[in-house]
Structure formats: C-alpha cells, structure tokens
C-alpha cells in the first residue's frame, strides 16, 4: 500500500502566500506523475497543477502564474508553492500519485485532504 500525507493548509489573508507537502510513503518502486486537486464546496474536485518524474508540469488556467509545483524524487515528496491566494482558492486540496509497488503492480493513491482557506 501507498500513502500520501499532506500538510501545510492553513487560513491566509487574500494575496497571502501558503506552501503544501504531501510525501508518499509504502512499497513504492516508482511513482510517475504526482499532483494536486482540489474541492471547493458544493464543487467538483478539479486539477490544479501535475508534475511528472521528469519535471514536466501543467496547471490550471486559473493557477498560472501563481502556483508552482515541484518535486523531490528522493524523497517522495510534492510540493505546492501558492502566491497572491484569492479566496475562490478556497478548498480543500488533495495529493494524488500513481506509479507502481515492489511487486511491480499499479498504483494510484490520494492523500486526506488539507484545508485551504482564503478570506480577511
């Protein structure tokens, strides 16, 4: 099994500046691409930037500009840096990370959640 623990959330004044963690964990042989999501209320959840083991990323148009993500392969772990926070950034962001075990299998796994709010 593969766990992903994020960190990091918090509550951040509009144009303030919050950075996530979420570092996998388990029997892990590889991992492919790792990215964050998030669900505002009564929302979808929806993508808001990936990263791939080679250091290509994408993001939400709603994003650029703002929110970067990067990765430490060594130890698992993604980052995601977030500037000038508006509050339709409010929600709770998820980890997710696919790759493969020690058994060479599949997989694809989501952290917990962190909450994200943005308000004065």
């Known amino acids: 099994q593969v766990q992903l623990v994020e960190s990091g959330g918090g509550l951040v004044q509009p144009g303030g500046s919050l950075r996530l963690s979420c570092a996998a964990s388990?029997?892990?042989?590889?991992?492919?691409?790792m990215g964050w999501y998030r669900q505002a209320p009564g929302k979808q959840r929806e993508l808001v930037a990936t990263?791939?083991?080679?250091?290509?990323?994408n993001y939400a148009d709603s994003v650029k500009g703002r929110f970067t993500i990067s990765r430490d392969n060594a130890k698992n772990t993604v980052y995601l840096q977030m500037n000038n926070l508006k509050p339709e950034d409010t929600a709770v962001y998820y980890c997710?990370?696919?790759?493969?075990?020690?058994?060479?299998?599949?997989?694809?796994?989501w952290g917990q959640g962190t909450q994200v709010t943005v308000s004065s």
């Open positions: 997710n990370a696919d790759g493969s075990d020690y058994a060479l299998t599949p997989f694809g796994s």
């Open positions: 388990g029997s892990i042989f590889s991992i492919n691409a």
């Open positions: 990263i791939t083991s080679g250091g290509s990323t």
